[in-house]
């Protein structure tokens, strides 16, 4: 429950700052090849909000690499010889990537030439892809591991080949879904407060820049995000079955064509699915491609082995219904767009307000689907979750999640609290970036200040006196 806690709370920041920073690439290029302050004004914008999403990540992803050691040190012992490395990649590569070409993304505009500053946005989106990707290629391999050998002291080991850890059966799937996921996520989040803005002047330029660029977004990937996530189900099927007879709700085997439930409620206790409203032999078609093809039962399986089906069950129809709602607000803005009434149909803009978290949502619900389903495995079909924790009574971590609980609702709900600020104000013609504030940095320790610099120490001193520049 604890580490449950603190991946979902951290999941939303990555989910947001992944699609956020490949759309301010987008914003700064056509900025530079249009040369419209409109597209500079909306990167600003974004920029600022951008900077505390990515700070609330960083900060909520730190505490996770300590509850390796503190909540599953027999899972890093065990697994750590696999893993260990690629989280080390994932330092190595995108972290310190991003670390070293955010502070001119933030605060360099102005003070670098325009080609370096793009550079560095590039750069930035680029280290958010790079993370998901390694972070990606540890969790799939703990789906599907491949590649390893195992030690005298039953430790998961590299094999001949890291290439077969890293693109491990689910990872493509995984990596695919995830980041279009992202990029939805963002979409519908700038369409949100397009629409917003919206609904208060229809005339608002960069409301309806912003509305724009994200209702294609959902019109364009939404249907590419179901047909991925069509694929990752097929290869889920292949390797983790139970997980997908969780998903279906199938407590008994159908040897001639299995039946597609809407809704239901789980009952684990009697292996049931009560109140349960089907379509024959859809779930065979979705899954075979064949409508009486058989498809096995959570029957089929140990009563130990079964994941708990009523979570899996309804996460995951959170997930495919969130994801149906985005394909039909990309349909609406289509045709909204072909009848030109894009900005003229309040509804519409509701609609999309509405929307904005369900990204946010759908993210949280996919994974939990994904990570309760390979229950009762940390390391699919080898390693327990009972057998990876570490040793600690339960008030220990009762207390510590409940710490845990506190401080992230003071502290990120103050952050989010912020962005929400920085979202009803709105883009507006000469928007300032993080690098005009007040409080911005000015130069770094030992860096002797350019000409801007000595003026704005100059004008300090002429304020403070003499000994204040000396």
Not at 250 to 261: D, E, F, K, V
Request: aromatic share 14%.
């Amino acid at each position: 429950m604890q580490f449950a806690f603190t991946v979902s709370f951290h999941f939303i920041f990555p989910a947001f700052s992944i699609g956020l920073a490949s759309y301010l690439a987008v914003l700064e290029g056509l900025w530079l090849k249009t040369g419209k302050a409109l597209y500079l004004d909306l990167f600003r914008y974004w920029l600022k909000i951008f900077a505390v999403a990515f700070a609330m990540g960083v900060v909520s992803g730190l505490v996770m690499s300590y509850q390796f050691g503190t909540n599953w040190s027999v899972f890093s012992d065990k697994a750590g010889g696999v893993i260990g490395p690629l989280m080390a990649y994932e330092v190595l590569t995108a972290f310190f990537l991003e670390a070293g070409f955010l502070g001119v993304m933030l605060f360099g505009m102005g003070r670098v030439g325009k080609g370096l500053h793009f550079a560095a946005t590039l750069m930035v989106a680029l280290g958010t892809f790079i993370s998901a990707f390694w972070i990606l290629s540890v969790n799939s391999w703990m789906q599907t591991p491949t590649g390893y050998e195992i030690g005298p002291g039953g430790q998961f080991l590299p094999g001949p080949s890291w290439a077969a850890i890293i693109f491990n059966p689910s990872f493509p799937y995984r990596l695919v879904h995830t980041v279009i996921a992202a990029y939805l996520t963002t979409a519908l989040a700038v369409g949100a407060v397009g629409a917003w803005h919206l609904l208060r002047d229809r005339q608002n330029a960069h409301a309806r820049k912003m509305f724009s660029m994200a209702m294609w977004m959902a019109a364009l990937v939404a249907p590419v995000q179901i047909f991925a996530g069509d694929a990752h189900g097929l290869n889920t099927l292949e390797h983790q079955p139970a997980k997908v007879m969780a998903m279906e709700g199938h407590y008994q085997s159908h040897p001639h064509g299995a039946p597609l439930y809407l809704f239901g409620i789980p009952d684990d206790r009697t292996q049931t699915l009560r109140y349960a409203i089907a379509i024959p032999k859809a779930s065979s078609l979705i899954l075979k491609h064949d409508p009486d093809a058989p498809l096995a039962g959570l029957d089929t399986i140990a009563p130990d082995k079964r994941p708990p089906v009523w979570i899996v069950f309804w996460s995951f129809r959170v997930m495919v219904g969130l994801g149906f709602a985005m394909l039909g607000l990309g349909l609406w803005s289509l045709f909204a767009r072909a009848r030109k009434k894009l900005y003229d149909w309040p509804w519409l803009h509701r609609a999309a307000l509405v929307m904005g978290p369900s990204g946010f949502v759908a993210v949280i619900a996919g994974w939990v689907t994904t990570e309760v389903g390979r229950q009762p495995y940390t390391v699919y079909g080898l390693l327990t979750t009972a057998e990876s924790r570490s040793p600690i009574a339960a008030p220990a971590v009762a207390a510590s999640l409940l710490a845990f609980i506190l401080v992230y609702c003071a502290v990120f709900g103050i952050g989010v609290w912020y962005i929400l600020k920085l979202m009803n104000q709105g883009a507006h013609p000469h928007e300032t970036g993080p690098e005009q504030d007040e409080r911005a940095p000015i130069r770094s320790a030992g860096i002797t200040p350019g000409p801007h610099q000595h003026a704005a120490i100059e004008e300090m001193g002429e304020d403070s006196g003499a000994g204040a520049v000396t």
